[in-house]
């Protein structure tokens, strides 16, 4: 019975069983920017973020004071992976909090792309950045967990500065990024957020998993690609 488990358990439990009840509505791209911005590139670019190699446990692991871990979801905790963050940047949809993970990818076409993400309980972040011909567009969507909103964002602004261009697979790219959104809730309420921050991922040959196994996010990333940006 649910009265019997962990105290913490049953707090993501519940959680979970809210955002299940909401289905897909996470994976509403809302916020595909119909301006394109131009990407700025500063080979000098530098912060302390770029030097440091941090690592967190996976949201749903515990570490407690004697070391030991313990799964709020019931699972195992034999291997449970470090994930080195790859993201220095601050959201403050709902309260600032941090955005550490970011992935990025160059493929054949020569269309790159760069995705800044976060999950906790609480909230899910998803900044998605198509970057071509040295112009990007921005997408973004979130979905807070506990309040059910889930709003369609417009992008107000948006810059990127790169240490050189997303060109190489393999390569570790620097950058620091800056958006400011606003976005309309189904009840006609507006809120603001800001994403800004230091990136540093190592540029593979695709997307992640998680954006290419949801669909919405797909189409986006295919309309943007057959886009002819000057």
């Not at 439990?13 to 009840?21: D, G």
């Not at 289905?23 to 530098?46: F, I």
Request: glycine share 8%.
């Amino acid at each position: 019975m649910l009265g019997m488990a962990h105290p913490l358990q049953n707090l993501i439990v519940c959680i979970l069983l809210v955002f299940a009840s909401v289905g897909c509505a996470r994976l509403n791209p809302g916020g595909v920017s119909p301006t394109r911005w131009k990407v700025t590139y500063d080979h000098t670019l530098s912060a302390d973020f770029f030097n440091q190699d941090q690592h967190s446990l996976p949201w749903n692991i515990v570490e407690h004071d004697d070391g030991s871990l313990e799964d709020t979801l019931g699972g195992s905790t034999k291997n449970i992976p470090r994930l080195r963050h790859t993201a220095d940047c601050t959201s403050s949809y709902l309260g600032d909090h941090s955005i550490r993970f970011a992935e990025a990818w160059i493929e054949a076409d020569g269309v790159g792309g760069i995705y800044v993400h976060d999950f906790t309980a609480s909230t899910n972040d998803h900044l998605l950045i198509i970057v071509k011909n040295r112009r990007f567009s921005v997408h973004y969507w979130t979905h807070h967990i506990i309040s059910n909103e889930n709003p369609t964002w417009r992008v107000l602004s948006a810059s990127i500065v790169l240490d050189g261009p997303l060109v190489t697979v393999g390569q570790t790219l620097r950058g620091f990024i800056d958006v400011q959104l606003v976005g309309t809730s189904p009840n006609g309420g507006h809120r603001t957020n800001r994403i800004r921050g230091y990136i540093k991922p190592q540029v593979s040959m695709n997307p992640p998993d998680e954006v290419r196994s949801d669909e919405a996010v797909n189409q986006a990333l295919q309309q943007t690609a057959e886009v002819t940006i000057p």
